[in-house]
């Protein structure tokens, strides 16, 4: 028993217990990117630093939390300014050939641009309203923000090139939800007040409500 224990101490004496240095942080970044995310060989890694491997992952871990933010900045610069390029020369964007000039996929590009020039309004008007458009919103939200995943309104609004706001409105109207404001409560007495049966005052605030 006396010597497994000192036996331990000894190991345990040899861990690397020093400071990171910056050198170390970046090769650690760069040994975890030859691997399969899914198949991390973190018992070479840590070997590599004289490291445990808890020791490792917990670095790594902090390194890329750290870097996330960076990340996602260059990735909106990068993807805006390839839109607003496309838009100025063609007033329409590409996604397909937006998502081949940055090296991501067309998803992440919806969700990262910032850029909005030129967006169209869509507020709810009976004799305009177009169903066309209202299932195409319906599609790409059901198709890539499935229930239970939170509908990200920014790729929405990029996707439809409609003012993000006037989306999530439209959303909401299509669930047949109603925000009951002072204007809208004084529309629906006007109206009566016309003679307008309730289910036609119900078309005029929206396509959905009943």
Not at 8 to 31: C, F, I, M, P, Y
Not at 139 to 146: A, L, M, Q, V
Not at 184 to 204: F, H, N, P, S, T
Request: overall charge neutral.
């Amino acid at each position: 028993m006396r010597k497994m224990k000192q036996a331990g101490s000894t190991e345990e004496a040899t861990v690397n217990k020093s400071d990171w240095t910056s050198d170390n942080e970046a090769r650690l970044l760069h040994l975890v990117t030859l691997y399969d995310p899914r198949a991390i060989d973190w018992a070479t890694i840590a070997g590599d630093f004289g490291r445990t491997v808890s020791a490792c992952k917990v670095k790594y871990n902090k390194l890329r939390k750290q870097r996330e933010p960076k990340r996602a900045t260059e990735h909106a610069d990068a993807v805006s300014h390839a839109v607003k390029k496309q838009y100025t020369q063609n007033q329409s964007v590409d996604w397909a050939r937006v998502s081949e000039s940055v090296g991501l996929s067309e998803r992440e590009c919806l969700e990262a641009n910032q850029f909005g020039d030129g967006k169209a309004r869509w507020i709810y008007d009976p004799d305009t309203f177009s169903w066309d458009m209202a299932n195409r919103m319906t599609k790409f939200i059901e198709t890539n923000y499935s229930h239970p995943l939170p509908v990200n309104y920014t790729a929405v609004s990029n996707y439809m090139w409609i003012e993000p706001d006037d989306c999530v409105n439209m959303a909401g109207l299509l669930r047949g939800e109603m925000t009951w404001t002072k204007d809208v409560l004084a529309k629906v007495v006007e109206l009566r007040g016309q003679g307008m049966m309730y289910k036609d005052i119900a078309r005029q605030l929206s396509p959905n409500l009943t």
